[in-house]
């Protein structure tokens, strides 16, 4: 079973997800190449999985997430799984478990920096305080749904060249992000440094926070995203253990001036490629190892004011693009907010999403000299808004 070359799966990856099959109980496995091996066939650490969530496993906390990881290797290479593993083809893919909190963050400077000039010409792009705190906002976490789960339209009210209008959002965009699932935090009133931040991380996902951008843009003064973002966030449905990545950790961009000594150590990005298709079509490429703010420093500075966090609690990196035009990660980027629609390779031209189309992100590391360590799709069609 072992050995398959061409795979998102590998044994060096072993991410962890939640399925079911025909309709029965949730169970919690890791996928290996072809198949999942469910977890409470494991000897010591099976009884954290019988509640069919990730939730259990994430409070156990770090030192027992290695244990889990390296007694799963144990199981698939020197054991016996067959009797353990389902297909995948034949699992139907859950949320990893139930998320409490969600942050997305403001992190890229490309993307923080292009949206600047498409939205505030001939201002400074970057707001004075970007390059100090990690910006984020707290997202609504009841419209987090798992890979496959259509999208529905939006209704919001925007403004029209008449003044505010409601109705349909003509302006629906995706983002192409990535997202880490954390443990249980410390105390209320705590806080976590960026040094040790890591060891409340489990693993990553990827992210979809799909946008309104005019009822985002109607609504944003004062203050920020509200229903423009709040109708819908997709993620991948694996949670690829940070484990899995250690080899593709990657030095972060210097960032000038030097962070506040709380957000010191910056650590580490991870060269991680991404790309975002629109019905099969790739319209960016883009890499996690551009961000401007890491993730020991975003969780750093979610806490720094004494906030916590529990088992599941989702905290994404917003938008992640690079500094050529194909890789931008949003719509609003990539056609200057409508402005200069984009020529799929399949003849359609678009300025923002229509009705019907597919959104699908992607994500691996390695696949030349080292396994490729893939996260599985993450997409969702877009519904005709409701009447």
Same mark, same amino acid.
């Given at each position: 079973?072992?050995?398959?070359?061409?795979?998102?799966?590998?044994?060096?990856?072993?991410?962890?997800?939640?399925?079911?099959?025909?309709?029965?109980?949730?169970?919690?496995?890791?996928?290996?190449?072809?198949? !999942?091996?469910?977890?409470?066939?494991?000897?010591? =650490?099976?009884?954290? $999985?019988? %509640?069919?969530?990730?939730?259990?496993?994430?409070?156990?906390?770090?030192?027992?997430?290695?244990?889990?990881?390296?007694?799963?290797?144990?199981?698939?290479?020197?054991?016996?799984?067959?009797?353990?593993?389902?297909?995948?083809?034949?699992?139907?893919? #859950?949320?990893?478990?139930? !998320?409490?909190?969600?942050?997305?963050?403001?992190?890229?400077?490309?993307?923080?920096?292009?949206?600047?000039?498409?939205?505030?010409?001939?201002?400074?792009?970057?707001?004075?305080?970007?390059?100090?705190? @990690?910006?984020?906002?707290?997202?609504?976490?009841?419209?987090?749904?798992?890979?496959?789960? @259509?999208?529905?339209?939006?209704?919001?009210?925007?403004?029209?060249?008449?003044?505010? /209008?409601?109705? %349909?959002?003509?302006?629906?965009?995706?983002?192409?992000?990535?997202?880490?699932?954390?443990?249980?935090?410390?105390?209320?009133?705590?806080?976590?440094?960026? %040094?040790?931040?890591?060891?409340?991380?489990?693993?990553?996902?990827?992210?979809?926070?799909?946008?309104?951008?005019?009822?985002?843009?109607?609504?944003?003064? +004062?203050?920020?995203?509200?229903?423009?973002?709040? =109708?819908?966030?997709? !993620?991948?449905?694996?949670?690829?253990?940070?484990?899995?990545?250690?080899? #593709?950790?990657?030095?972060?961009?210097?960032?000038?001036?030097? +962070?506040?000594?709380?957000?010191?150590? /910056?650590?580490?990005?991870?060269?991680?490629?991404?790309?975002?298709?629109?019905?099969?079509?790739?319209?960016?490429? *883009?890499?996690?190892?551009?961000?401007?703010?890491?993730?020991?420093?975003?969780?750093?500075?979610?806490?720094?004011?004494?906030?916590? $966090?529990?088992?599941?609690?989702?905290?994404?990196?917003?938008?992640? *693009?690079?500094?050529?035009?194909?890789?931008?990660?949003?719509?609003?980027?990539?056609?200057?907010?409508?402005?200069?629609?984009?020529?799929?390779?399949?003849?359609?031209?678009?300025?923002?999403?229509?009705?019907?189309?597919?959104?699908?992100?992607?994500?691996?590391?390695?696949?030349?000299?080292?396994?490729? !360590?893939? $996260?599985? @799709?993450?997409?969702?069609?877009?519904?005709?808004?409701?009447?």
């Amino acid at each position: 079973m072992i050995g398959d070359p061409i795979t998102d799966f590998p044994i060096e990856n072993l991410p962890y997800g939640v399925f079911s099959v025909g309709g029965r109980d949730r169970r919690v496995g890791v996928a290996i190449e072809q198949n !999942i091996l469910d977890l409470s066939a494991l000897s010591e =650490f099976g009884r954290l $999985f019988e %509640a069919g969530t990730l939730e259990p496993f994430l409070a156990a906390g770090h030192g027992v997430w290695s244990a889990v990881r390296q007694e799963a290797i144990d199981l698939l290479t020197s054991g016996d799984p067959e009797p353990h593993l389902t297909p995948l083809e034949q699992a139907e893919m #859950h949320l990893p478990c139930r !998320i409490g909190n969600y942050i997305d963050f403001f992190s890229s400077i490309e993307h923080a920096t292009n949206t600047g000039r498409i939205l505030r010409p001939g201002t400074e792009p970057l707001t004075p305080n970007w390059r100090h705190p @990690p910006i984020g906002y707290h997202g609504r976490a009841g419209s987090i749904v798992v890979d496959g789960t @259509p999208i529905r339209r939006p209704k919001g009210q925007r403004r029209n060249s008449e003044g505010p /209008a409601f109705g %349909a959002s003509t302006k629906l965009d995706f983002e192409l992000e990535v997202g880490f699932i954390t443990g249980q935090g410390p105390e209320l009133g705590a806080s976590v440094t960026s %040094a040790e931040a890591e060891t409340y991380i489990l693993g990553l996902v990827l992210v979809n926070d799909w946008s309104a951008r005019d009822i985002q843009a109607w609504e944003s003064q +004062p203050l920020g995203p509200f229903l423009g973002k709040s =109708f819908g966030t997709t !993620i991948s449905p694996w949670v690829v253990p940070l484990a899995a990545l250690a080899t #593709h950790r990657a030095k972060p961009p210097v960032q000038d001036p030097p +962070p506040l000594p709380y957000l010191t150590p /910056a650590g580490k990005g991870i060269n991680l490629d991404l790309t975002a298709s629109i019905n099969g079509a790739v319209v960016t490429r *883009s890499n996690l190892k551009n961000l401007y703010w890491t993730m020991s420093q975003q969780l750093a500075h979610a806490t720094s004011n004494g906030a916590t $966090f529990a088992p599941g609690d989702l905290f994404a990196s917003g938008t992640v *693009s690079g500094s050529s035009p194909g890789s931008r990660g949003c719509l609003l980027e990539l056609t200057a907010n409508g402005t200069e629609p984009i020529t799929l390779d399949n003849g359609q031209v678009r300025s923002y999403l229509e009705d019907g189309d597919t959104v699908t992100l992607s994500a691996s590391a390695g696949g030349k000299r080292t396994p490729r !360590i893939g $996260f599985g @799709p993450c997409g969702g069609t877009i519904l005709p808004a409701r009447r």
